[in-house]
């Protein structure tokens, strides 16, 4: 399984810019396997992304704003969804992955 983040380069947005650095240095942080997808270089790529958010996480005008994360084709959420469940420490659950193993459950 890979988690995919679609995010813009050339993000004219310094939001967007932090929530994507944010997201990006969590996930290497973490050591969690992820490919990051450039929208703004693949055509593709960013209809594929539109195309596949579910409409209840669709803005009412315009398109929705990178990192969006997905796990293999399984949308995840956005950035404020990453961020919730950062928060609630459920990002494995949030991404659709198991969580590592700490060290007291190697020690067993």
Known sequence: MVIKVYVASSSGSIAVKKHQQALVGFLEANRINFQEVDITMLEEQRLWMYRN????????????LPPQIFNEDR??????????????????AFL???SPLSKTDLEC
């Open 53 to 64: 958010i579910p409409k209840e996480k669709k803005p009412e005008k315009g398109n929705p």
């Open 75 to 92: 949308y995840c959420g956005d950035y404020e969804d990453f961020f919730q469940s950062k928060e609630n420490n459920t990002v494995f």
């Open 96 to 98: 659709g992955l198991s």
